[in-house]
């Protein structure tokens, strides 16, 4: 991390823009997998089944692609500006994973204590199970932690060698791609998170190198006229899942765990992007919005971490009122209402929260880290999320796994926080 891009640093309304409305179509996606309905005095939860106008829909607004974009797009900034500070990958480790050791900390705080405490009251099998459930949300900060650690590498090879260093990745998903589809074993699917995700986010170092933005009109249109026209193909010809995620109605779909056609649709995604920006879309900000728009990125990550738990709690604040007035229950109860408390709850919880997080994050000494600690602890960071994301987070005598995987965890965060208090190092 020794040379200094020619790139300039410029902020990138579009993209910031991108991120939070990729973010925001997460929380209403998830808020929507569920009806809440009242049925003789009791409360029924049921799967959404949307029917198939709603799978062709979803091709539009399936928004995991350009968040990883979007990804790519921050971290060569971040990549650029280490570089051009001359610290090294050790430092560069420590500033990003304070920044996230601050809202792990609460957020598995709470989870392992939620998860923990029906076990020790006698519920251990109905706990670790619905933790497992529950810990499915992380398999996204598994991937993300994972192309935080191995951002400047990637950008690096995208420096090197052009459009060349995404062959060897699409290559690979095309094979998982033709694997499932010729043994029928769906498991091998979920080798293309460690594929499609990271080539998304190889997207966004392209777009930042000038892809996409840079291109002529013809061509971006020429590009997403390719992939409607391939995603078509897919679907009709070749067998793939109709919708880009799933419902109750269709349990396999594209998105998880990803398959090429994912791929496709981030191209997409990424050439309507450059479209836009080539229109001068949000190329500048009234005033006004910037600072928010601004805070609302730093808090995207919380968003998410918590969407889940607002979810739950707003499902539950319309269901008690359902039952003290049943005559109002198929108003409370409507998805549109739903929704709106989901999001009202949110903007004005999530602000709170930060504060909270804010407070957890390590300070990093002025000194670069020592020698090795960091990656370390990265990478022990890391391997605690993946845990936790496999084996939930009850802490029980009988659920080892699940307190193995804590435990693992906050090791990780510890080590995080030790490696920015480490003394001088400039050779990692």
Same mark, same amino acid.
Request: with cysteine; proline share 7%.
């Given at each position: 991390?020794?040379?200094?891009?020619? @790139?300039?640093?410029?902020? /990138?309304?579009? %993209?910031?823009?991108?991120?939070?409305?990729?973010?925001?179509?997460?929380?209403?996606?998830? @808020?929507?997998?569920?009806?809440?309905?009242?049925?003789?005095?009791? %409360?029924?939860?049921?799967?959404?089944?949307?029917?198939?106008?709603?799978? &062709?829909?979803?091709?539009?607004?399936?928004?995991?692609?350009?968040? &990883?974009?979007?990804?790519?797009?921050?971290?060569?900034?971040?990549?650029?500006?280490? =570089?051009?500070?001359?610290?090294?990958?050790?430092?560069?480790?420590?500033? =990003?994973? @304070?920044?996230?050791?601050?809202?792990?900390?609460?957020?598995?705080?709470?989870?392992? +204590?939620?998860?923990?405490?029906?076990?020790?009251?006698?519920?251990?099998?109905? !706990?670790?199970?619905?933790?497992?459930?529950?810990?499915?949300?992380?398999?996204?900060?598994?991937?993300?932690?994972?192309?935080?650690? #191995?951002?400047?590498?990637?950008?690096?090879? &995208?420096?090197?060698?052009?459009?060349?260093?995404?062959?060897?990745?699409?290559?690979?998903?095309?094979?998982?791609?033709?694997?499932?589809?010729? @043994?029928?074993?769906?498991?091998?699917?979920?080798? /293309?998170?460690?594929? %499609?995700?990271? $080539?998304?986010?190889?997207?966004?170092?392209?777009?930042?190198?000038?892809?996409?933005?840079?291109?002529?009109?013809?061509?971006?249109?020429?590009?997403?006229?390719?992939?409607?026209?391939?995603?078509?193909?897919?679907?009709?010809? $070749?067998?793939?899942?109709?919708?880009?995620?799933?419902?109750?109605?269709? +349990?396999?779909? /594209?998105?998880?765990?990803?398959?090429?056609?994912?791929?496709?649709?981030?191209?997409?995604?990424?050439?309507?992007?450059?479209?836009?920006? =080539?229109?001068?879309?949000?190329?500048?900000?009234?005033?006004? $919005?910037?600072?928010?728009?601004?805070?609302?990125?730093?808090?995207?990550? #919380?968003?998410?971490?918590?969407?889940?738990?607002?979810?739950?709690?707003?499902?539950?604040?319309? !269901?008690?009122?359902?039952?003290?007035?049943?005559?109002?229950?198929? $108003?409370?109860?409507?998805?549109?209402?739903? +929704?709106?408390?989901?999001?009202?709850? #949110?903007?004005?919880?999530?602000?709170? %929260?930060? =504060?909270?997080?804010?407070? +957890?994050?390590?300070?990093?000494?002025?000194?670069?880290?020592?020698?090795?600690?960091?990656?370390?602890?990265?990478?022990?960071?890391?391997?605690?999320?993946?845990?936790?994301?496999?084996?939930?987070?009850?802490?029980?005598?009988?659920?080892?796994?699940?307190?193995?995987?804590?435990?693992?965890? &906050?090791?990780?965060?510890?080590?995080?926080?030790?490696?920015?208090?480490?003394?001088?190092?400039?050779?990692?």
């Amino acid at each position: 991390m020794s040379q200094p891009s020619p @790139t300039p640093t410029v902020r /990138n309304h579009l %993209i910031d823009l991108a991120r939070i409305a990729s973010v925001v179509i997460v929380v209403v996606f998830h @808020t929507l997998l569920w009806v809440i309905s009242l049925r003789d005095s009791r %409360i029924s939860v049921d799967p959404w089944a949307p029917g198939p106008g709603w799978w &062709f829909a979803s091709w539009f607004f399936a928004s995991i692609p350009v968040f &990883f974009l979007a990804a790519g797009f921050a971290n060569t900034v971040i990549v650029d500006g280490s =570089r051009a500070r001359g610290i090294t990958w050790s430092r560069y480790l420590v500033e =990003r994973g @304070t920044r996230l050791a601050g809202p792990l900390t609460l957020f598995m705080a709470v989870f392992a +204590l939620v998860s923990s405490l029906p076990a020790w009251f006698g519920a251990l099998d109905p !706990a670790v199970s619905l933790s497992r459930q529950f810990a499915q949300l992380l398999w996204f900060l598994v991937v993300y932690l994972g192309l935080l650690l #191995t951002a400047p590498v990637l950008v690096a090879a &995208f420096d090197r060698f052009g459009g060349w260093s995404l062959l060897p990745l699409v290559a690979l998903a095309v094979g998982v791609d033709v694997i499932v589809r010729h @043994t029928g074993q769906f498991e091998w699917q979920w080798l /293309n998170l460690a594929v %499609i995700w990271p $080539l998304a986010h190889h997207w966004g170092v392209a777009y930042h190198r000038g892809w996409f933005r840079g291109w002529p009109v013809w061509g971006s249109l020429l590009v997403l006229v390719g992939c409607a026209a391939l995603l078509v193909a897919m679907v009709f010809g $070749l067998g793939y899942p109709p919708a880009a995620v799933a419902w109750a109605d269709i +349990l396999v779909a /594209n998105l998880q765990p990803p398959t090429v056609a994912v791929l496709v649709l981030g191209l997409a995604q990424a050439s309507a992007l450059g479209l836009a920006e =080539r229109f001068g879309l949000a190329r500048s900000l009234p005033t006004r $919005l910037v600072g928010p728009v601004h805070v609302a990125n730093a808090l995207l990550f #919380t968003v998410y971490l918590w969407h889940i738990p607002v979810i739950v709690l707003a499902g539950s604040l319309l !269901a008690g009122g359902s039952l003290l007035w049943p005559a109002a229950a198929g $108003l409370l109860l409507s998805q549109p209402v739903f +929704l709106v408390l989901v999001l009202t709850v #949110t903007v004005g919880l999530v602000p709170q %929260i930060g =504060r909270l997080e804010w407070r +957890l994050i390590p300070q990093v000494a002025a000194e670069a880290p020592g020698r090795g600690l960091a990656p370390v602890a990265f990478v022990v960071l890391w391997a605690g999320v993946a845990a936790v994301w496999k084996c939930g987070a009850v802490v029980h005598p009988g659920a080892l796994a699940s307190t193995v995987s804590v435990v693992l965890l &906050f090791v990780g965060i510890t080590l995080v926080a030790g490696a920015a208090r480490s003394p001088l190092d400039t050779t990692v």
